[in-house]
């Protein structure tokens, strides 16, 4: 079975400090995608990045970093001189192709979220 | 800008009255979704479109019910409200033409049950 944890349920910084989400998965597969999205108080979920198994190098987008890991199973979140508009719960998530019933049939396995919170 | 949209943003409902959640598309995606997602959790999928062909979550009440008459439009169809289906509801896209692709969410409907 596929699962994501995300350990930290609420975490609170203070504008621009740097601030790291955890995320952990679980799959027997070895071929298998991991994402992070990002919800917003508006209720929307906002993709933010997709990342495959066979790719392990770190990517970085502005303030935003992702470390991947597969030693230790790992897809981490870093987001540098955090802003108050990074506040939002953010979901770890994975599919695989165990996942998938037929071609195209994607099914994201959600981690259980981290609540960021920046204080002015 | 193409996108998901979702009417009503809030719909309140009573117990046991019939409500449909409606999602809009100009993404022209193959894939249609729609998850449950209650207070402080992740979301839940429901079930899914994949064009016309349908594919129910094995742990999905019967009361809940979905309807795709065209690419563009899908909708969720509760047909006895109960107090614990309130909760956002949120539909999503993918293309669907190749593997693993990232899900496109619409900003949610929240169902509130009198």
């Known amino acids: 079975a596929q699962k994501v944890t995300q350990a930290q349920t609420e975490i609170s910084v203070v504008e621009k400090e740097d601030v790291t989400l955890d995320c952990v998965y679980e799959t027997r597969d070895t071929t298998y995608y991991l994402f992070w999205y990002k919800q917003p108080p508006s209720g929307e979920l906002v993709f933010l990045i997709r990342?495959?198994?066979?790719?392990?190098q770190n990517e970085i987008s502005g303030r935003y970093s992702w470390n991947f890991q597969k030693s230790t199973s790992s897809f981490n979140f870093t987001i540098t001189a955090s802003q108050v508009v990074d506040s939002a719960v953010y979901f770890c998530a994975l599919t695989t192709s165990l996942t998938i019933s037929n071609f195209g049939n994607e099914k994201l396995t959600f981690g259980t979220g981290t609540r960021l919170t920046i204080i002015p | 800008d193409a996108m998901v949209i979702q009417n009503p943003r809030y719909q309140v409902t009573q117990f046991g009255k019939p409500v449909t959640l409606s999602c809009s598309q100009t993404l022209n995606h193959n894939v249609m979704y729609w998850y449950q997602q209650k207070s402080s959790q992740a979301p839940k999928l429901l079930f899914h479109?994949?064009?016309?062909?349908?594919?129910n979550e094995a742990d999905t009440p019967d009361n809940f019910q979905s309807r795709r008459p065209n690419t563009s439009f899908c909708f969720l169809d509760i047909r006895s409200p109960g107090l614990g289906d309130a909760a956002m509801y949120l539909c999503a896209t993918s293309e669907g033409d190749t593997e693993y692709n990232e899900q496109f969410f619409g900003p949610g409907t929240r169902l509130t049950v009198l």
């Open positions: 990342r495959n198994s066979f790719d392990e």
């Open positions: 479109y994949y064009d016309k062909d349908f594919n």
